[in-house]
């Protein structure tokens, strides 16, 4: 998923990447992993996290 992401902002030249953040935890993303940390770590355009509001 991360690198469809990543491909289709190069693909439309997006000069701002806007992902949210469940904030489940480090245990969360080390076993199902983390999109929004994997286009963080990945992308050559400038990424905001905004963090999901919980209810």
Known sequence: MVE???AE???MQADL???GSHGFGALYD???G???RG???DSEIPV???P???E
């Open 4 to 6: 469809t992401i990543l």
């Open 9 to 11: 902002a190069k693909k």
């Open 17 to 19: 990447l806007i992902v």
């Open 30 to 32: 080390l076993v199902i």
């Open 34 to 36: 983390s999109s929004s």
């Open 39 to 41: 286009i963080l770590k």
């Open 48 to 50: 905001l996290v905004v």
């Open 52 to 54: 999901v509001k919980k």
